[in-house]
């Protein structure tokens, strides 16, 4: 009896990752933030401000990981983020001064995070799997939203009932706890193990049933290559608009929920409420993106992330629970797509060789986009006494990124790009990529 594909326990040990990373870097602030800033004096820009700074220090460090899970692996940084990860959560209970949350919050955190999360994770995943690579993201994705479910709720009970500092310290002895075995899981790519992408036997892959897979490994671009595409920083622009709508909501839905006269309790639900579709989605999303174009599909997702903050706004103006919560449904479902969109298109663009180095150097520049959205929310807030009108600003920016994406033009337009970045190369593709999907 053959063993299961080992690209799975992958799957499983990135679910976990990124169910701590995400959890700990943007779904738990939400509820710390009224029992931090009420017992230590500060405003609401100067907590948020941890989370801009955060941005930052998260594209810097991507920049940096990058190559390296490109040639040592996931393991390695995986195990030195979950320590960092650790001790930094339990520090947060020495906090009083509003630098120290900065230091430890905006930088020693996000460190920790940018070692575990996305980037690390699916980068891997990527080498994997290709033919499946929207439904190995997309269930290893479920990560993230499942901090929504079971993070978001949980803080805010042991907030209440055992006070922020002491809530700080528990969060970090359960990362240490969950990250530390399935960092050991990781492994770099298939073939340092003898494996194919995608399970494929030596047969299969002789027989030709694995071309997709030899194909995209092929075509795959430097980070120096793929910097001189304008495509790159188009793709960079969509989707560091499309993000910017997540990164908002996890921070202010607990404020704008409680200031609107809801209680903390129905709140931070709303957070649940959008989590569980985003999370039963996932697969869904998967599933098509393997089978249809993705292009279309990031459109699809984008816009109605905005379509749907647009209704939260709306909802919320009319005093309706039910209607709030069935917007946050809606917000859920586009969020199901951000991430298996997003690197199935990354992948198909610039092949997966080098994608560490790509996803790297893209990620300063969306991270930069989005950095002061959580600050200029809060800071609007903080004007004005609503958040009425910043959020609407956010909400016509994701639809905005949906049209963006649709105006890239189809990666098959990459063979001329490809001359361009390869000087002195005439060689013909040996396969052609439409609408974010390769095709053989």
């Known amino acids: ?31 710390f933030m009224m029992p931090m800033i009420e017992d230590l004096g500060w405003t609401r820009a100067e907590f948020t401000l941890s989370r801009s700074l955060g941005q930052f220090v998260m594209g810097a460090t991507g920049f940096l990981i990058g190559a390296w899970v490109d040639r040592f692996g996931p393991r ?55 033919e499946r690579r929207g439904q190995a993201v997309a269930w290893a994705a479920m990560g993230v939203s499942a901090a929504g479910v079971i993070i978001t709720p949980a803080v805010t009970l042991a907030i209440d009932v055992i006070g922020w500092r002491e809530t700080w310290v528990v969060l970090g002895i359960a990362a240490a706890l969950l990250v530390y075995p399935v960092a050991f899981v990781m492994r770099r790519t298939p073939e340092d193990h003898g494996l194919n992408p995608d399970g494929k036997t030596d047969d299969q892959v002789a027989s030709g049933q694995a071309e997709m897979a030899r194909a995209d490994f ?43 006269g809801f209680s903390r309790a129905e709140a931070a639900y709303a957070i649940t409420v959008a989590s569980i579709p985003a999370m039963l989605s996932k697969p869904v999303w998967g599933y098509f993106i393997d089978r249809l174009p993705a292009k279309p599909l990031a459109a699809l997702g984008a816009s109605g992330t905005g379509l749907a903050l647009f209704a939260i706004v709306a909802s919320v103006n009319s005093g309706s629970l039910f209607w709030i919560y069935a917007a946050y449904v809606l917000l859920g479902l586009g969020w199901g797509g951000m991430i298996p969109l997003q690197e199935v298109i990354w992948g198909a663009y610039f092949g997966r060789r080098y994608l560490g180095a790509v996803r ?81």
């Open 76 to 130: 390695p940084l995986m195990l030195v983020g979950a320590t960092i990860m650790a001790i930094s959560l339990a520090l947060h209970a020495l906090v009083d001064e509003v630098w120290e949350w900065l230091v430890i919050n905006g930088v020693v955190v996000t460190v920790g995070g940018a070692l575990l999360g996305n980037l690390v994770v699916n980068v891997t995943l990527a080498k994997w799997f290709v």
């Open 1 to 31: 009896m053959s063993r299961p594909y080992y690209g799975y326990w992958i799957v499983a040990a990135a679910f976990v990752s990124q169910f701590v990373a995400m959890g700990i870097f943007s779904y738990v602030l939400g509820p």
């Open 360 to 440: 790297s150097a893209a990620l300063p520049f969306a991270l930069l986009l989005g950095a002061a959205a959580p600050l200029l929310v809060s800071w609007y807030h903080d004007l004005t006494g609503t958040y009425t009108g910043a959020l609407l600003v956010v909400a016509g920016l994701n639809v905005l990124s949906g049209l963006f994406v649709q105006l890239i033009p189809p990666p098959g337009t990459r063979r001329a790009e490809v001359a361009t970045a390869i000087p002195g190369t005439d060689d013909e593709p040996t396969a052609v990529i439409e609408d974010g999907t390769l095709r053989g």
């Open 218 to 260: 092929d075509r795959s671009m430097t980070r120096q290559q793929a910097l001189r595409t304008w495509v790159f920083y188009c793709l960079v622009f969509s989707f560091g608009l499309f993000s910017i709508n997540i990164v908002v909501m996890l921070l202010q839905t607990v404020p704008y929920l409680t200031d609107s």
